[in-house]
């Protein structure tokens, strides 16, 4: 194919298949405009119906939006409910007990099936004991655990006694994990002996150890341990204890503790383009409406459905599309613990094939490096299995390139499943922008429409509408339901993240660069406007790489910037000022190796540097202001076209242009 018909292929239509339509919750675009329609007429009135017919509330709310002490807007204030409830006691109560709740599959192949009333038992006994262990609503618990039902259960347990939780997602160093504890200001800790992936088992529990030692988080009394592996582990007897241990006595029912709506459910740390990750608070009503909600209009969710989201509990997916959205619907999920290239890359099409996955939900970073293994070897080619059962297939958590969506569209969906480009965010708590899979024509690469009742717009610097087809910045005009509430223990970052005052301070600042198609109204994501890289769908912010970096003893100055990469979006290149000489050849690549492995133990194996080049200096202004566009053509290998006669040492561009 020339690279005109690739361009012109790109820019096919693809209209929603008509049976999809006939049974859709949201079936065509006239439905979709009329709920679109139904919220501007009545925005309060549009949420308090979806409010009142998807959850499940104890004491009903008679407040819906509250922007007296805006930014610091909440919903449904007065309603009560327990996110636990509305996942579990009320579909068994309902007559469903013997659902099957999720599929899980270790990594090894070991399948094991859990039912609602399984689940709610458990969920339960875990509860009891941690409330023997002195937590109480408003604790907030971090865990710290590979992707297991004891994840889901530890999340669940929380939320059933209205404790906060805060999972820190098992990839995260010591030093992160510490940070984290300490920041939330942690009263216990669920961990795992280890976690298996890819057929190796990684150490958990001695990470944990090494977090806590490194002080700052002393209030931690408990730390509650999943045996997965039965790996030996170092005991402190008067703090740890076995998962297994403490909830061998529980009984398995527990009341759950009714909260206010705006009760934290949870905090999750992202990055952001200081230093510093933040902890983004989230609601218990607005949040757990949105992640039901969206399983029924972004995935048509189906009482009959296996739905499948690939994402870990560690990230804010895991969180909306495993732990609470799937459950608080009734669902039947598959939950996997391994990676998708164990035991060899022909694993999540095996795995569909195997559990008759209807709805698969995954990152574009794994389809992508799917596409190149099964080019390599037809026997992990998705072809190769039958993939009949699937219906909607879903992306999410960076831009999919159309070259890898219609390969999704076609070798994975034969050619016949809509697929949702959802964009949205931590913050957002669930989806902003997607295709509704019965209405919504496609288009490749671009996430189409807001959902009803999203109010996204594109801005100027100043907070003024841009008009479609010019780019500008990504905004929501109106609170929703689901949206950050605030920074744990910093409310000023906060307002100044998300509604600076350069834009009126009114509009919720996503972040994301975008622009909107002259004729449809499609938007399309450009990336981010800020110093927030997006590597494998994970956000790591320059900054913090930086000072990772600077950290280190050998180090004098650094900077960090993304390049565009083939598999993983984005990578991480840094341009490092060494205190000693600059190195050159094995030297060079021997201390790029220890920076390496010096920025995954102080951050995480996701944060290390694809690329490192090593200066003499950095490219600066006069005033001292590194030149990081400079730096982003470098690390592209382009020509460099920026005024550089303010530079005192041009040859240092030559340096920074080797990688080592
Ligand atoms: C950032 C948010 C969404 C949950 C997982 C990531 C990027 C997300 C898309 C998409 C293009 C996307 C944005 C956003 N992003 N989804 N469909 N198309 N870009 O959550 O770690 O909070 O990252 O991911 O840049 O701001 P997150």
Same mark, same amino acid.
């Given at each position: ?15 929603? %298949? ?14 979709? $405009?009329? !709920? ?48 636990? *409830? ?43 004991? #941690? ?45 992160? !994990? /510490? ?37 700052? +988080? ?15 582990? &170092? ?56 992640? &039901? ?15 499948? +989201? ?13 732990? *609470?959205?799937?459950? =608080? ?12 290239? *164990?035991? /060899? ?30 080019? =390599?070897? &037809? ?10 059962? !699937? ?9 999919? @390139? ?33 295709? #509704?899979?019965?209405?919504? %024509? $496609?288009?490749?690469?671009? +996430?189409?429409?807001? $959902? ?55 509009? *919720? !600042? ?23 890289? /997006? ?13 990772? #970096? ?40 021997? #201390? ?14 996701? &944060? ?30 382009? =020509? ?8 005192? @040492? ?11």
């Amino acid at each position: 194919m020339s690279a005109i018909e690739s361009v012109l292929q790109e820019r096919r239509v693809f209209p929603p %298949p008509a049976a999809m339509t006939a049974s859709a919750s949201v079936p065509g675009m006239d439905a979709y $405009l009329a !709920l679109v329609a139904e919220a501007e007429r009545d925005y309060e009135g549009f949420w308090a119906r979806l409010a009142r017919e998807t959850l499940t509330w104890k004491t009903p709310f008679t407040k819906v939006l509250d922007e007296s002490n805006a930014p610091f807007y909440t919903w449904f204030e007065d309603g009560e409910l327990n996110a636990s *409830y509305n996942s579990l006691d009320r579909h068994v109560e309902a007559g469903n007990g013997e659902r099957v709740a999720v599929i899980f599959e270790a990594d090894d192949g070991a399948v094991t099936p859990v039912t609602y009333s399984d689940l709610l038992g458990r969920v339960c006994r875990f509860a009891n004991a #941690l409330k023997k262990r002195g937590i109480k609503k408003g604790d907030r618990v971090v865990i710290y655990m590979p992707m297991s039902i004891e994840g889901i259960v530890a999340m669940q347990a929380c939320a059933r006694i209205g404790a906060t939780h805060s999972v820190v997602f098992g990839g995260f160093s010591s030093k992160s !994990l /510490n940070e984290r504890l300490v920041d939330v200001g942690a009263t216990a800790l669920v961990t795992s002996d280890e976690q298996m992936r890819g057929g190796k088992a990684l150490p958990l529990k001695s990470i944990a150890d090494e977090a806590l030692a490194m002080g700052g +988080c002393e209030a931690v009394k408990s730390v509650i341990v999943y045996r997965r592996t039965g790996g030996k582990v &170092a005991w402190d007897e008067g703090r740890d204890l076995w998962m297994h241990e403490v909830v061998a006595n529980e009984p398995d029912t527990c009341v759950p503790e009714w909260v206010g709506a705006e009760h934290p459910l949870f905090i999750l740390y992202t990055s952001g383009s200081t230093g510093k990750p933040k902890g983004v608070q989230h609601s218990t009503g607005g949040f757990l409406l949105w992640a &039901a909600q969206t399983m029924k209009w972004t995935f048509d969710w189906k009482p009959t459905d296996i739905f499948w +989201c690939t994402a870990d509990i560690g990230w804010i997916t895991g969180h909306s599309y495993i732990t *609470y959205g799937p459950l =608080a619907m009734g669902g039947t999920q598959v939950v996997f613990e391994g990676v998708p290239t *164990y035991p /060899n890359a022909g694993r999540f099409w095996d795995m569909i094939a195997r559990h008759k996955v209807n709805v698969f939900y995954t990152a574009p970073t794994a389809i992508r490096s799917l596409i190149k293994a099964a080019e =390599a070897d &037809a026997k992990v080619h998705p072809k190769s299995y039958d993939l009949s059962s !699937l219906r909607i297939l879903g992306t999410v958590g960076e831009p999919i @390139n159309p070259e890898a969506w219609v390969w999704y569209h076609e070798n994975v969906g034969g050619a016949r499943c809509p697929i949702v480009d959802t964009w949205w965010q931590t913050e957002t708590g669930g989806h902003m922008i997607t295709p #509704l899979p019965g209405a919504t %024509p $496609l288009v490749p690469g671009s +996430c189409t429409l807001p $959902l009803p009742g999203i109010t996204a717009a594109i801005v100027d610097e100043t907070g003024q509408d841009v008009p479609n087809g010019q780019g500008g910045i990504l905004v929501v005009k109106r609170p929703w339901p689901s949206m950050i509430r605030t920074i744990w223990g910093d409310p000023e970052r906060f307002k100044k993240s998300y509604y600076p005052e350069e834009l009126g301070g009114k509009l *919720y !600042l996503a972040g994301d660069g975008s622009v909107r198609d002259k004729e449809t109204g499609y938007f399309t994501i450009m990336g981010r406007i800020d110093d927030v890289l /997006n590597v494998s769908g994970h956000r790591l912010g320059t900054m913090e790489i930086e000072s990772a #970096l600077v950290a280190n003893p050998l180090v004098a100055e650094a900077a960090v910037v993304g390049r565009p990469d083939d598999t993983t979006g984005e990578a991480v290149v840094a341009f490092v000022v060494l205190k000693r000489a600059r190195p050159q050849g094995d030297e060079a690549v021997k #201390l790029a190796n220890e920076l390496r492995a010096w920025v995954g133990k102080e951050i995480g194996p996701i &944060a290390k540097p694809k690329d490192i080049r090593f200066g003499e200096n950095l490219p600066k202004t006069r005033s001292g202001k590194i030149m990081r566009r400079l730096l982003r053509s470098l690390a592209k290998g382009e =020509a460099i076209t920026q005024d550089v006669s303010t530079l005192e @040492n041009p040859a240092i561009l030559e340096q920074l242009g080797e990688s080592a």
